[in-house]
């Protein structure tokens, strides 16, 4: 997967998440601060003991246009933000698996961490996208963002 030529990286992936690409992308020489977010699978959720995957979906079509409209917003509200990156991944996913990475650069910290934030918390609330999580006693579907009103079937 290669990086965007703008300072903008949105993707819905497949394969492993490059975080490390993405925080080195993120640098550049007028921004002093990276925040880097990477979301991992863990071996639980409320109520679910011994998760041992996630199996992610999303409503393809949707997702990279409403990630640019995340990344315009933040921009909106943080104009010295520099560059932006949100890549959900899809698919099978085994605990520790990354699922979602989002990194905001930007010339002082508070900005970077401030972007960064609001990127992720606005993709889980805006972002079609679901997971069937298998823990120890079963299996079932959720949003894996608030966005998504309802589990596919």
């Known amino acids: ?12 992936c497949v394969d492993s998440l490059p975080v490390d690409a993405v ?3 993120t640098v550049r020489p007028d921004c002093g601060a990276v925040v880097v977010f990477a979301g991992t699978v863990r071996d639980h ?3 679910r003991p011994g998760v041992s995957s996630l199996d992610y979906e999303a409503y393809a079509e949707q997702v990279e ?3 640019a409209a995340v990344a315009a917003a933040a921009r ?13 991944r899809i698919g099978l996913l ?15 910290r508070d900005v970077a961490f401030e972007g960064a934030r609001f990127c992720i918390d606005t ?11 298998t ?13 998504s009103e309802s589990a596919p079937s």
């Open 23 to 25: 925080s080195r992308w």
């Open 76 to 88: 909106d509200r943080w104009p010295d933000l520099g560059r932006l990156a949100m890549l959900h």
């Open 45 to 47: 959720a409320d109520g």
């Open 135 to 147: 823990w120890a006693h079963g299996q079932d579907w959720a949003p894996a963002t608030a966005g």
């Open 65 to 67: 246009p409403r990630l």
């Open 1 to 12: 997967m290669r990086p965007p030529s703008d300072d903008t990286w949105i993707a819905l």
């Open 123 to 133: 993709l889980k609330e805006s972002v079609p996208i679901w997971k069937k999580e």
């Open 94 to 108: 085994g605990v520790e698996d990354v699922a979602v990475v989002v990194a905001a650069g930007a010339p002082h």
